[in-house]
């Protein structure tokens, strides 16, 4: 079985800043042959849900009423690859644009609902710890690796 850590919202917590979920029923089908790990990384750094939206820019998470919650962004990212550390994590299925599990696509950070290409907190640690990250728009690419 291969241990996959998920973004909660993709498996149907009410966790995004906004309260609400980005379910994809498709990740249910992997449960019997795959161990799923789910995790929110804002909500393990701390932050409460509903939150403000947030967004990259630089080095640096902010709200969009400028405050900035990098620290609970790191934490949060810290304590997520932890857990799949702990538990020989090799893939991960993030949430696209997030500023903490975004893969590929995140927004520029002026909250003018710009995508650029780039990486969430999150994301960027697990590639830089060796876990392969995709993004919710990649599934079916995601799908044919783990079933390999």
Do not use: W
């Not at 994809?24 to 042959?33: H, P």
């Not at 697990?126 to 599934?139: K, L, M, P, R």
């Amino acid at each position: 079985m291969t241990k996959i850590v998920v973004s909660a919202c993709l498996l149907g917590c009410n966790c995004r800043y906004d309260g609400k979920n980005c379910y994809i029923r498709e990740i249910e089908e992997l449960k019997g042959k795959h161990t799923i790990i789910p995790v929110c990384p804002e909500q393990m750094g701390g932050l409460s849900t509903p939150r403000d939206p947030s967004e990259i820019n630089g080095d640096k998470v902010f709200s969009n009423k400028g405050k900035d919650v990098t620290e609970n962004y790191r934490r949060g990212a810290e304590m997520a690859l932890q857990i799949a550390k702990m538990n020989g994590v090799e893939y991960a299925l993030f949430k696209q644009k997030s500023p903490s599990c975004g893969k590929g696509k995140i927004y520029d950070g002026t909250f003018s609902s710009t995508v650029i290409d780039g990486l969430g907190m999150t994301s960027r640690m697990f590639i830089q710890n060796g876990i392969h990250v995709y993004a919710d728009t990649e599934f079916e690419e995601f799908k044919q690796q783990i079933d390999k």
